[in-house]
């Protein structure tokens, strides 16, 4: 490891939700400091949910299915598979940062395009795939109690757009 970072007798509290707080934890202690793991929140599916159900089955026709996170690949992919459905062939597939596009590979998804740092939203948004997305259909892979800004947007340029709520923090 670099010199550059030292973090000899330096405890780190990690909050992160337990599964994605163990690279960050090994990185914390191959620079000599101590991570205290303690997720503060569950990431967890949202099964059963009718609203899920509905909200699937308009995956079918879907001109662009965007992928929030590697939770909402990995969620939503899940909930995918247990109602017997796959993303349609021509659709165009956006997953928000590097992570979840590797998560999303793991399924054999390729994206076709991936938001550059930061990472969020916004350059989701500056991708050419949504410079004019008016009469498009969008699907978004979410959790539940996220931010709608990317939703909305999407609408304002003249996009129909379906969140599907896949999982919740708790």
Same mark, same amino acid.
């Given at each position: 490891?670099?010199?550059?970072?030292?973090?000899?007798?330096?405890?780190?509290?990690?909050?992160?939700?337990?599964?994605?707080?163990?690279?960050?934890?090994?990185?914390?202690?191959?620079?000599?400091?101590?991570?205290?793991?303690?997720?503060?929140?569950?990431?967890?599916?949202?099964?059963?949910?009718?609203?899920?159900?509905?909200? @699937?089955? %308009?995956? +079918?026709?879907?001109?662009? #299915? =965007? &992928?929030?996170?590697?939770?909402?690949? !990995?969620?939503?992919?899940?909930?995918?598979?247990?109602?017997?459905?796959?993303?349609?062939?021509?659709?165009?597939?956006?997953?928000?940062?590097?992570?979840?596009?590797?998560?999303?590979?793991?399924?054999?998804?390729?994206?076709?395009?991936?938001?550059?740092?930061?990472?969020?939203?916004?350059?989701?948004?500056?991708?050419?795939? @949504?410079? %004019?997305? +008016?009469?498009?259909?969008? #699907? =978004? &892979?979410?959790?539940?109690?996220?931010? !709608?800004?990317?939703?909305?947007?999407?609408?304002?340029?003249?996009?129909?757009?379906?969140?599907?709520?896949?999982?919740?923090?708790?």
């Amino acid at each position: 490891m670099s010199g550059l970072i030292d973090l000899t007798g330096i405890s780190v509290l990690v909050t992160r939700p337990k599964r994605q707080a163990e690279s960050l934890c090994r990185l914390i202690e191959a620079y000599g400091g101590t991570a205290i793991r303690c997720p503060t929140v569950l990431i967890e599916s949202i099964e059963g949910s009718e609203t899920l159900a509905q909200a @699937l089955t %308009a995956v +079918a026709t879907a001109d662009i #299915v =965007i &992928f929030v996170s590697p939770n909402a690949a !990995e969620y939503g992919l899940s909930a995918l598979r247990q109602a017997r459905l796959v993303l349609p062939s021509g659709a165009l597939v956006l997953a928000m940062g590097p992570g979840t596009a590797a998560k999303l590979q793991e399924d054999g998804i390729i994206a076709t395009a991936i938001s550059k740092a930061p990472f969020n939203s916004e350059a989701l948004m500056e991708l050419n795939i @949504l410079a %004019a997305p +008016a009469g498009q259909f969008v #699907v =978004i &892979f979410c959790g539940e109690g996220g931010r !709608e800004w990317l939703s909305e947007r999407l609408k304002d340029k003249g996009a129909r757009v379906i969140p599907v709520i896949c999982y919740r923090r708790s």
